[in-house]
């Protein structure tokens, strides 16, 4: 399998390739020239293991290792690493309501499914290189971490990640700055999480730069990813009882940079049988305001209580332009530039295909966890909340649940009285934090990142 860029002006590249590269040169992101449709064995086989299913999906995707080094890569990934037996526990609260908990990783959020990965894809590339990688990234708080988690410790790779100060929860910050890694390197700047990201695309663009220091990407645009993501809406609908299969299964998702739904999407066009994807986003709602008007029209972001979905950017937004023009990609790249220019634009012939959107402020996220306690004796985090706004409970749901309660405590105590904890965290309360704070300028990261590079 070949992986084209959404502006079609580069090379198509392997898998190994595409994912080592992050952004493709044209500034396009990477997609799978075609979209295989997956066989019924990852809807409906025996009750399978997470690694299995993710094995018998990558292995359409990755041609480049063989079946038993990929096979490696994904066990490594998500098994034994993960605190609940199924990785990806489908909890059901009623008849036709069932939660998808994505937060059994290392850092209790669904961005670990991802990112274990990734961080494997890395070590095995380097091995095989020899050569060093120093991986960049900016963060609204989850995939920093994350990230961090999946790549602490390992030979030949230094981590590079920037976060907007005092605008990630204090224990999202602890997950990064207090790993203890010595290639681990957390940089807090003045400014908005579109701010640090910025900066990234600034310093991927230079090409020069990128090839010196063997600059790689670890931000929700990179190719695997998307793809990992992509499996563990195969492995709900695999939990799913029969009878709520039949009442047309929405996914809910909490949404920010569009990675987490576009994957669901793109599980639709190989073969998911769900015909309905609900982006929840929280007061920055430039996503529910492009899929009910067809307007992109980019606002000042305002911190909310879900602190990873604060962005008016939505990066994986281009892949789903791409598919939307028909893979024409000097459309999609006109479209691009434009948005880089303007700060309204509408989307010629928009069409919200199987999408709807719905969002939460402030008050209704506090309301939300209230409720979902109350009647389904449940805890959601403040992400997980905005799911549950506007359920259409004419057809069965399925929330994706995106972090624990336990990584956001103070707003879950605000809403129902109960202070919930976790074990990883508790245990990075008596650490030291470890921090490097730049200036918020391309200039001051590149010569950090030379002065610290792996
Ligand atoms: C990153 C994140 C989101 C948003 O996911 P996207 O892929 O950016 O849409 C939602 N909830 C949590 C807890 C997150 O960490």
New binding site residues.
């Given amino acids: 399998m070949k992986f084209q860029s959404t502006r079609s002006a580069s090379e198509p590249l392997g898998f190994r390739e595409a994912f080592a590269s992050g952004l493709a040169p044209d500034g396009g992101l990477y997609v799978p020239e075609s979209l295989p449709q997956m066989p019924d064995t990852l809807l409906n086989g025996d009750p399978q293991s997470y690694s299995t299913l993710a094995f018998k999906f990558l292995k359409f995707f990755d041609t480049d290792h063989t079946p038993d080094e990929l096979k490696a890569l994904v066990n490594r990934s998500y098994t034994g690493n993960f605190d609940d037996s199924a990785t990806a526990p489908l909890r059901q609260l009623t008849d036709d309501l069932f939660v998808l908990e994505l937060f059994h990783g290392p850092t209790l959020?669904?961005?670990d499914f991802g990112l274990q990965l990734v961080g494997n894809l890395f070590e095995d590339q380097i091995r095989r290189s020899g050569n060093p990688i120093n991986v960049l990234g900016a963060t609204?708080?989850?995939?920093g971490s994350a990230a961090i988690h999946g790549l602490a410790n390992k030979e030949g790779v230094n981590v590079f990640i920037l976060y907007p100060k005092g605008r990630i929860s204090p224990l999202q910050e602890r997950q990064m700055t207090c790993t203890e890694a010595a290639n681990i390197f957390p940089i807090p700047i003045e400014g908005s999480f579109d701010d640090a990201q910025l900066i990234v695309k600034d310093l991927f663009s230079d090409l020069k730069f990128k090839a010196e220091v063997g600059l790689s990407a670890i931000n929700?645009i990179n190719l695997a990813r998307v793809l990992a993501q992509a499996i563990y809406y195969f492995h709900a609908w695999s939990q799913l009882p029969t009878a709520a299969r039949e009442n047309n299964p929405a996914f809910v998702?909490?949404?920010?940079?569009?990675?987490?739904?576009l994957a669901g999407w793109l599980a639709g066009k190989m073969g998911l049988p769900a015909d309905r994807f609900v982006i929840a986003t929280n007061r920055n709602n430039i996503l529910y305001r492009l899929f009910t008007t067809g307007v992109y029209e980019s606002g000042e972001v305002h911190a909310s209580l879900?602190p990873?979905?604060d962005i008016q950017v939505a990066s994986?937004f281009e892949r789903f332009l791409f598919y939307h023009l028909n893979g024409d990609g000097n459309q999609v790249s006109k479209f691009m530039q434009k948005i880089g220019g303007d700060s309204k634009l509408t989307i010629p012939d928009f069409d919200a295909d199987v999408f709807s959107a719905s969002y939460s402020s402030d008050e209704d996220i506090i309301a939300l966890i209230r409720q979902t306690h109350k009647k389904f004796d449940y805890i959601v985090?403040p992400?997980t909340a905005c799911a549950f706004k506007d359920l259409d409970r004419s057809r069965s749901n399925i929330v994706l649940s995106?972090?624990h309660p336990a990584k956001f405590p103070d707003t879950i105590e605000n809403a129902i009285g109960v202070h919930p904890t976790h074990p990883s965290l508790e245990k990075l309360k008596s650490r030291t934090p470890v921090t490097y704070q730049q200036t918020a300028h391309a200039n001051s990261i590149r010569d950090f990142i030379l002065a610290n590079r792996a």
Avoid at 140 to 143: A, C, F, I, L, P
Avoid at 253 to 261: A, D, K, L
């Fill in positions: 959020a669904f961005k609204s708080g989850d995939t929700s998702v909490p949404t920010g940079n569009f990675g987490n739904i879900a990873s979905m994986n985090d992400h995106t972090a």
